[in-house]
DNA sequence: AAGACTAGAACGAGCGTTCGTTCTAGTCAA
DNA sequence: TTGACTAGAACGAACGCTCGTTCTAGTCTT
């Protein structure tokens, strides 16, 4: 998986596709209320009105990078779906993805791990990261069925298995980590398979 | 540890403690920059010149709240150390806390949780969550030395050990189970544990 | 020339904050 | 005991500023 698949917002020449990315970075780094449309309207170089013309309002912003994300990242989650076979591979595949997608674009996976807790579409929020849970435990479950992940309940196996990785994720984010999540991947790999291998 | 000892701001009658009672459920529910200070006088009854009296501005509040919880938090880390010896004991410990806590009062965890991520004070925030998991770092690492926990990287096999349970803690906190957290302690301390056991 | 898009000045609502006043409790002199 | 005095706490109307949003004149593209 190299980085440049996980890319989501390609430097953009259209207006808003150069809004978006701004407003991703910006929101990420100072938080949704802490930036203002004149803000935006600096930094991405399009003028007031055209935001308002491309987005409707300051919340219209939010619900197109989300849109723009959780598409995204379900299809992500489906091509190892398809890709892979077996609870492991695809739980390891899984892991690798997270940590590459956090190198690449550190600014997504902030916005995508704390939607649910941003100040803003506070009833979208638990989208971004419930989804990808779901798929994790079905994952999970499927394995438990073929006798290679042991009897749990699906939910805690399923929080084992990655939760380990996402306390990387976020230690790398707060800048804790000095070397690059790949290099963890097959430790934390080892220690995630063990606490739900029979 | 029954509930009772984990609870930060019992029914206050003084103005301190109403506004500070006050302000972590605004701000846990709505966000910081959804809570108003009017709302915050109108909700906790007591009146601007008095909030601004004790707490200097808006910020002086959410100062206040974060300096009484991560006192309260150390005090009770440093309390596991204390009462129990050896890593694996103080490991369970720590999650049976974390599980206790987040039944008792799910608005000072999430608080915590996502302090890092709120939008106010982005400096003061990572402290909140950073100290408590050095903690779970040492006790692991000392647990190594002595061969209670195989030779990992401290820092992912910490991760790893509570990784889980603080899975566990969000998707509570975000109404995904249903019961209650104490009831799957066993199985999130047996996953936990196996990641790291020699 | 016509339509789509852009620009940025202007607006009004709502916010955090201030400030002059009142209330309360404690202290002391007579 | 009473009255005067003081310091800190509480009050809430009013202020000024910033923000999201609107509006109209202007600029491209075809």
Redesign the interface.
């Known amino acids: 998986m190299a980085p440049d698949d996980v890319k989501f917002f390609p430097p953009a020449s259209d207006t808003r596709g150069k809004v978006l990315a701004t407003a991703l970075q910006l929101f990420t780094r100072?938080?949704?209320?802490?930036t203002s449309v004149s803000q935006i309207v600096r930094v991405s170089g399009c003028s007031t009105g055209s935001i308002y013309h491309h987005f409707g309002d300051k919340e219209g912003i939010a619900n197109a990078l989300f849109e723009a994300l959780v598409a995204r990242i379900d299809a992500l989650f489906d091509d190892i779906e398809r890709r892979h076979s077996g609870a492991a591979k695809r739980c390891r595949a899984v892991i690798e993805l997270l940590f590459t997608l956090t190198e690449a674009e550190p600014e997504v996976m902030?916005f995508v791990?704390?939607a649910?807790?941003?100040?803003?579409l506070?009833e979208r929020g638990?989208i971004c990261?419930?989804r990808p849970?779901r798929k994790m435990r079905d994952f999970v479950a499927r394995g438990m069925e073929t006798g290679e992940v042991r009897a749990?309940?699906p939910?805690?196996?399923?929080?084992?298995?990655?939760?380990?990785?996402?306390?990387?994720i976020?230690?790398r984010l707060?800048g804790?980590?000095e070397r690059p999540l790949g290099e963890?991947l097959d430790?934390?790999w080892?220690?995630?398979w063990?606490?739900?291998a029979p």
């Open positions: 100072q938080g949704y209320f802490n902030e791990l704390y649910r807790h941003r100040e803003f506070p638990p990261s419930a849970f749990v309940d939910v805690v196996a399923a929080a084992s298995v990655y939760g380990g990785a996402l306390r990387m976020h230690l707060d804790v980590l963890f430790e934390v080892a220690c995630a063990r606490s739900v």
